[in-house]
């Protein structure tokens, strides 16, 4: 087995912790909240023994890379500009992407944004949808949802801090990984965001004590601002984007979505996938599985996954190798 090692490259003005295994075609992992590198331990491994080159960065905010100040510093622009400075620290021309989560957010942003980098991109959980002119996803879900929605309770800032530390890192952690909810996180009026989080989390063979020590060191270097300062930039990111509006990907692409993810059960996300609304803006996108699984798929149902990527991944090589 291809043992995961660790360094630290420059990019975009600052330093990016990342993971890597095995040599061959990159393959970018990119995490997305509250996570960090070690949500992909399993395909690390696994595309390293399959002949790729597996990389898993911190994005910046999370884990060991730096915590750029200022939620301004957190718009699409920069994360895809520090993947993009990741990819030429590495040496290569064009990589394959995935991303989970937030990571599927900037993977997609990274395919639109920088389509000469992108030799293909996998999301998991996160189906691609363009810029609307109507407004942001924080404006239309918020107006839907309420104050209450955590989307729209994390733009105050500092409070999701606050209340995390309150009822500690290892309960609020331990709940968002390991939720079995599938309807919207809407905090009841007259409670606040770290009530909701409140009582025991029965662990799981694929989230195991020790793996929750990890996240909760990870985020004791991190903090949680920067991460949370993602959520912040969703507007900023909206009006960056206005040349791109309905824009379409045109990299070669593949959907992984999971029956008990709460994102499969956002109204509307199901039918827009099933009824060709992500093919039409993916026109490139060779299909989508729907797996039995939650919102953190890869560690749940980890050899699943492994073999969707690969097969993907395997495949591309070869239809490009001939052209």
Same mark, same amino acid.
């Given at each position: 087995?291809?043992?995961?090692?660790?360094?630290?490259?420059?990019?975009?003005?600052?330093?990016?912790?990342?993971?890597?295994?095995?040599?061959?075609?990159?393959?970018?992992?990119?995490?997305?909240?509250?996570?960090?590198?070690?949500?992909?331990?399993?395909?690390?491994?696994?595309?390293?023994?399959?002949?790729?080159?597996?990389?898993?960065?911190?994005?910046?905010?999370?884990?060991?890379?730096?915590?750029?100040?200022?939620?301004?510093?957190?718009?699409?622009?920069?994360?895809?500009?520090?993947?993009?400075?990741?990819?030429?620290?590495?040496?290569?021309?064009?990589?394959?992407?995935?991303?989970?989560?937030?990571?599927?957010?900037?993977?997609?942003?990274?395919?639109?944004?920088?389509?000469?980098?992108?030799?293909?991109?996998?999301?998991?959980?996160?189906?691609?949808?363009?810029?609307?002119?109507?407004?942001?996803?924080?404006?239309?879900?918020?107006?839907?949802?309420?104050?209450?929605?955590?989307?729209?309770?994390?733009?105050?800032?500092?409070?999701?801090? &606050? $209340?995390?530390?309150?009822?500690? !890192?290892?309960? #609020? /952690?331990?709940?968002? %990984?390991?939720?079995? @909810?599938?309807?919207?996180?809407?905090?009841?009026?007259?409670?606040?965001?770290?009530?909701?989080?409140?009582?025991?989390?029965?662990?799981?063979?694929?989230?195991?004590?020790?793996?929750?020590?990890?996240?909760?060191?990870?985020?004791?270097?991190?903090?949680?601002?920067?991460?949370?300062?993602?959520?912040?930039?969703?507007?900023?990111?909206?009006?960056?984007?206005?040349?791109?509006?309905?824009?379409?990907?045109?990299?070669?692409?593949?959907?992984?979505?999971?029956?008990?993810?709460?994102?499969?059960?956002?109204?509307?996300?199901?039918?827009?996938?099933?009824?060709?609304?992500?093919?039409?803006?993916?026109?490139?996108?060779?299909?989508?599985?729907?797996?039995?699984?939650?919102?953190?798929?890869?560690?749940?149902? &980890? $050899?699943?996954?492994?073999?969707? !990527?690969?097969? #993907? /991944?395997?495949?591309? %090589?070869?239809?490009? @190798?001939?052209?």
């Amino acid at each position: 087995m291809s043992p995961i090692t660790h360094r630290f490259v420059k990019t975009n003005g600052i330093n990016m912790h990342i993971a890597e295994a095995g040599s061959g075609p990159t393959v970018i992992l990119v995490h997305g909240f509250p996570d960090f590198w070690y949500s992909w331990r399993h395909q690390l491994s696994a595309l390293a023994g399959a002949g790729f080159h597996a990389v898993a960065p911190d994005v910046r905010g999370f884990g060991e890379t730096d915590v750029p100040i200022g939620a301004e510093n957190y718009t699409a622009f920069d994360i895809t500009g520090d993947l993009v400075g990741l990819i030429n620290a590495l040496g290569d021309e064009r990589v394959f992407v995935v991303g989970h989560d937030w990571g599927a957010e900037h993977a997609w942003n990274l395919a639109l944004l920088w389509p000469d980098k992108i030799r293909g991109v996998v999301t998991l959980s996160v189906p691609y949808s363009p810029r609307q002119e109507k407004g942001s996803s924080l404006k239309i879900l918020g107006s839907r949802l309420g104050d209450g929605w955590y989307m729209s309770q994390f733009q105050k800032p500092g409070y999701a801090e &606050s $209340e995390f530390r309150r009822i500690g !890192l290892s309960t #609020f /952690l331990g709940h968002v %990984l390991l939720s079995s @909810s599938t309807k919207p996180w809407v905090i009841p009026e007259g409670k606040s965001l770290g009530d909701d989080m409140q009582g025991p989390v029965e662990l799981t063979p694929w989230l195991t004590a020790e793996d929750l020590d990890r996240y909760v060191e990870a985020f004791e270097k991190s903090g949680l601002t920067g991460p949370i300062n993602v959520y912040r930039a969703i507007e900023r990111t909206w009006e960056q984007l206005a040349p791109y509006t309905k824009a379409k990907i045109q990299a070669p692409a593949f959907f992984i979505a999971g029956s008990r993810d709460i994102v499969w059960h956002v109204p509307g996300t199901r039918a827009y996938v099933e009824g060709g609304g992500l093919k039409h803006f993916v026109p490139n996108l060779r299909g989508y599985v729907v797996l039995d699984s939650g919102h953190f798929m890869q560690q749940e149902k &980890s $050899e699943e996954v492994n073999q969707l !990527l690969i097969k #993907f /991944l395997q495949q591309e %090589l070869n239809q490009q @190798s001939r052209l």
